[in-house]
């Protein structure tokens, strides 16, 4: 999983579509959470890696 910004990076996009991430929209996460549940349900690993972000940064 992935913020869903990341997309506008090219490189970091290929990996996106190439490594099967899932995107994040944080203003509608349920949806990545489904595809997540979706992606575990099929017998896929599913990796979070959480992200601090500070306020003003």
């Known amino acids: 999983m992935i ?3 990341m997309r506008e ?3 970091v996009n290929y990996v ?3 490594a099967k991430l899932i995107p994040v929209d944080r ?3 349920a949806d ?3 595809a997540a549940v979706q992606r ?3 017998g896929e690993l ?3 890696h959480p992200e601090l972000r500070s306020a003003g940064v």
Do not use: F, N
Request: no cysteine; aromatic share 10%.
């Open 3 to 5: 913020k869903a910004e």
């Open 9 to 11: 990076v090219w490189a």
């Open 16 to 18: 996106i579509r190439h």
């Open 27 to 29: 203003s509608v996460g």
């Open 32 to 34: 990545a959470y489904a």
């Open 40 to 42: 575990l349900r099929e």
């Open 46 to 48: 599913v990796g979070l």
